[in-house]
T-cell receptor, first 114, second 114 residues
Framework: KAGVTQTPRYLIKTRGQQVTLSCSPI?????VSWYQQTPGQGLQFLFE???????NKGNFPGRFSGRQFSNSRSEMNVSTLELGDSALYLC?????????????FGPGTRLTVL | AQSVAQPEDQVNVAEGNPLTVKCTYS??????LFWYVQYPNRGLQFLLK??????LVKGSYGFEAEFNKSQTSFHLKKPSALVSDSALYFC????????????FGAGTRLFVKA
């Protein structure tokens, strides 16, 4: 079974631009979560989608948004990029959004904002 | 509010010796605890989880963790370390009231010396 895939793997943008990251979960998984990983803040939860609905949200500004499609694929969008948005963005999928389910992570998209 | 603490930034151990990576948590409801490992330029990989029941949980690659409710701890252990265990380890928690939102610790870097 194929793992979680994320595209692109690397991205360079400039301040003020917007970016869209894509995540394809493991086949059959319906829950997709997004995390931001930085050396200073560690891993921070962005949001979680299940069956095209945002179920949980972390403490990030409205510039960060996401959506999930009927095939469970998810996209994350960041508008008006800031230097501090430079990070590794990780997507994780799970069969359901039951609290006891572990997550399967993709390799991440490394975003650099210049 | 949920929180996770990994008090050691780095743990050094000789190959063949036992290893412990510490984790303490704080949740308002019942804790659901997870350990993940991250290798360079890779996403996180699930190691093990505690949901309920036996306090000693066994996971992948010979790792185990002991849940201690009175000390609110969930330390990761392995009887005999391998050089290939060198990686970044994350403890994570959810509680039953917070849905799927997952809080990760800051991570502990494990170095196993041959």
């Amino acid at each position: 079974k194929a793992g979680v895939t994320q595209t692109p793997r690397y991205l360079i943008k400039t301040r003020g631009q917007q970016v869209t990251l894509s995540c394809s979960p493991i086949s059959g998984h319906r829950s997709v979560s997004w995390y931001q990983q930085t050396p200073g803040q560690g891993l921070q939860f962005l949001f979680e989608y299940f069956s095209e609905t945002q179920r949980n949200k972390g403490n990030f500004p409205g510039r960060f948004s996401g959506r999930q499609f009927s095939n469970s694929r998810s996209e994350m969008n960041v508008s008006t990029l800031e230097l501090g948005d430079s990070a590794l963005y990780l997507c994780a999928s799970s069969f359901t959004s039951d609290v006891y389910n572990e997550q399967f992570f993709g390799p991440g998209t490394r975003l650099t904002v210049l | 509010a949920q929180s996770v603490a990994q008090p050691e930034d780095q743990v050094n151990v000789a190959e063949g010796n036992p290893l412990t990576v510490k984790c303490t948590y704080s949740v308002s409801g019942n804790p659901y605890l997870f350990w993940y490992v991250q290798y360079p330029n890779r996403g996180l990989q699930f190691l093990l989880k505690y949901i309920t029941g036996d306090n000693l949980v066994k996971g992948s690659y010979g790792f185990e963790a002991e849940f201690n409710k009175s000390q609110t701890s969930f330390h990761l252990k392995k009887p005999s370390a391998l050089v290939s265990d060198s990686a970044l380890y994350f403890c994570a928690v959810r509680d039953g009231t917070g849905g799927f939102k997952t809080i990760f610790g800051a991570g502990t870097r494990l170095f196993v010396k041959a």
